[in-house]
């Protein structure tokens, strides 16, 4: 049995590895573009296996079993192609393109595992599979690219596609190795013998592309071989030997969110919101595949297609909500969107009957309802008028931390070091945003309003929580019609003359964004909600509001014509990670346990 304290530090490696791989894209394309991908295929795995060759002598040796030969040379077969793939694919695609072709490798891993009988292949699996095809068929289609050519778009996304089927011989074929003679020995002996294949691509411009790199080329080949490599492949053959394959291959999907962000940062790469669109389709497939097994048939599949419909039109509400107060008070749009939605929940309740409860369950749905969802409304409706829909979309993807938070504070549950960890990214994040803000001023951004928006994700943290239990006992129909109908109320302390004068000043557009926020946004949005806490854990619930900030961000750029900014990119790269720490931790430790145990 390993050391308790392995988990914490293959959970670490994993998550260091994810970090430095997030952003090699940016230097793999930057190399391939200043060498031509022929020459930097060979000029990077050169000064990988010289590297290696030297320091193996002292970390391992060079030999291994005769039996254990043709697994090596598999792995080291696997290592090429993912190295020639990768290379070859940047060479015509963006960083951040490449990036979300490469979060499809969770998938092919896991099909791999199940083909080879190491897994079990699952509906969910098959499912995720069909859902991350058809947002690469959309990727793939010419419309979701800057600066890309179709024929481009389709040969390097190919390439990387392949590169990552080759990624997936090396994680399964690699883990019994490296348990048998230890994570850098592996590493760099698939990197020598990855070499032989390379040398292939040799040419008269090879030399002369080595004495003519820049600094700027220099600085990324070494970021490829010292860090990206050598260091990483340690880190990950450590992180294999202590998770299950499907357990390593769930943090891959952090990689295309990193890598659009170093596009942005480092390559100063334009992103489309349509390829935006296109990596949340296939990063929903992903997280279908890994996560969708914990989901029971039947009720749990309406739970998902409820859930999945619920964060997806509250992406829309940051959108929805600046447009409206840009040009409307921000209490009318808080009166408009709350009572109206509160009447209907009512009229419902009143129309389904009202279940006997006793007075505990009232004091909940009352809480529930003033802080929780009232709190959350005023907030959220009046910080949107100091910064842009993108930026609320973002700063809403602390909704699933807070709602862990208080899921400890408030229901008892145990406080792991993954929500702190991950509490301490997305705070970060949250500090990343004001303080750049503050030093890289953005146009329409108020620091204010980001830390009214934060309150009120805190606000409907409260509202999961309080409402999860009662909604299994007493339905999530009624429930969420009795919250709303209580949240009505307060609404009326909102209005002034002025109100009636707002109203005769909208416009058409106006009334249908609003018809949409009541409707879709507040009245069924809250109900699905509801309908999916009644049927899987608020953990699995909160997964899916990474959605969220995705779908802001493209209705933003799209809709508002707003801008992706530094401070933006950083602080919600930090807040994204640190929502899939607290997340998606718990799960690593539980696999890990039962794959441990399974092993001893």
């Given at each position: 049995m390993r050391a308790p304290d392995s988990k914490a530090t293959a959970f670490l490696a994993l998550a260091f590895t994810i970090l430095i791989w997030g952003i090699a894209p940016a230097f793999i394309r930057s190399f391939s573009l200043a060498t031509g991908a022929a020459d930097a295929l060979v000029i990077r795995t050169s000064s990988v296996a010289i590297c290696c060759a030297v320091l193996l002598p002292f970390l391992g040796g060079f030999h291994v079993a005769r039996v254990d030969i043709p697994k090596l040379l598999l792995i080291s077969l696997g290592m090429f192609g993912y190295f020639a793939g990768s290379i070859f694919g940047f060479a015509y695609v963006t960083t951040g393109v490449g990036g979300i072709v490469i979060s499809t490798q969770p998938l092919?891993?896991?099909?791999?595992?199940?083909?080879?009988?190491?897994?079990?292949?699952?509906?969910?699996?098959?499912?995720?599979?069909?859902?991350?095809?058809?947002?690469?068929?959309?990727?793939?289609?010419?419309?979701?690219?800057?600066?890309v050519s179709q024929l481009d778009l389709i040969t390097g996304g190919t390439m990387i596609f392949v590169s990552g089927c080759f990624w997936a011989i090396y994680v399964l074929f690699s883990a019994p190795l490296v348990k048998k003679y230890g994570s850098f020995k592996i590493a760099a002996l698939s990197n020598i013998l990855a070499l032989v294949p390379a040398l292939v691509f040799i040419s008269s411009s090879t030399w002369t592309s080595v004495t003519t790199l820049d600094l700027s080329a220099w600085g990324s080949l070494a970021y490829l071989t010292l860090i990206g490599t050598l260091l990483t492949l340690s880190t990950w053959n450590y992180a294999t030997a202590h998770f299950p394959p499907s357990t390593v291959g769930a943090s891959l999907y952090l990689i295309p969110i990193i890598a659009v962000a170093a596009g942005v940062v480092l390559m100063g790469e334009k992103v489309a919101a349509s390829t935006l669109i296109a990596g949340g389709i296939i990063l929903l497939g992903v997280a279908l595949a890994q996560f969708g097994g914990r989901l029971r048939s039947g009720a749990g599949l309406a739970a998902l297609a409820a859930v999945i419909f619920a964060v997806t039109v509250w992406g829309l509400v940051p959108v929805a909500t600046r447009y409206l107060v840009l040009s409307i008070p921000p209490h009318t749009v808080m009166i408009l969107r709350v009572f109206p939605a509160g009447i209907i929940g009512l009229l419902m309740a009143m129309y389904l009957g009202v279940r006997p409860m006793p007075w505990t369950a009232w004091a909940r749905i009352t809480a529930a309802a003033i802080i929780g969802n009232v709190g959350y409304q005023v907030l959220s409706i009046v910080g949107a008028q100091y910064i842009p829909a993108s930026w609320t979309g973002m700063l809403f993807g602390l909704e699933p931390v807070f709602i862990a938070l208080f899921a400890v504070v408030l229901a008892g549950d145990r406080l792991t070091a993954s929500l702190v960890g991950g509490m301490f990214l997305a705070l970060a994040g949250t500090a990343t945003l004001m303080l750049g803000n503050v030093l890289v001023p953005a146009k329409d951004v108020g620091l204010l309003g980001i830390v009214l928006v934060t309150l009120g994700t805190m606000g409907w943290g409260i509202y999961t929580v309080l409402v999860r239990p009662i909604s299994r006992e007493y339905g999530a129909i009624q429930i969420a019609s009795l919250t709303l109908g209580i949240s009505a109320f307060p609404m009326l302390l909102f209005l002034t003359p002025e109100f009636t004068q707002s109203l005769s000043a909208m416009t058409s557009g106006h009334w249908i964004t609003m018809a949409f926020v009541v409707v879709f946004c507040t009245f069924l949005g809250t109900v699905a909600w509801n309908f999916a806490l009644g049927h899987m854990e608020s953990s699995l619930a909160g997964m899916f509001l990474y959605v969220q900030p995705l779908v802001a961000a493209v209705g933003g750029i799209v809709l508002l014509r707003e801008q992706l900014s530094l401070p933006l990119v950083a602080g919600g790269l930090l807040i994204i990670s640190g929502v899939a720490v607290s997340q998606f931790g718990p799960v690593f430790w539980t696999r890990t346990t039962e794959f441990n145990e399974s092993e001893a």
């Open positions: 092919l891993i896991a099909l791999l595992a199940g083909f080879l009988g190491l897994e079990r292949v699952k509906l969910a699996t098959l499912a995720g599979l069909a859902v991350s095809f058809a947002g690469t068929i959309y990727l793939f289609s010419g419309s979701a690219t800057v600066g």
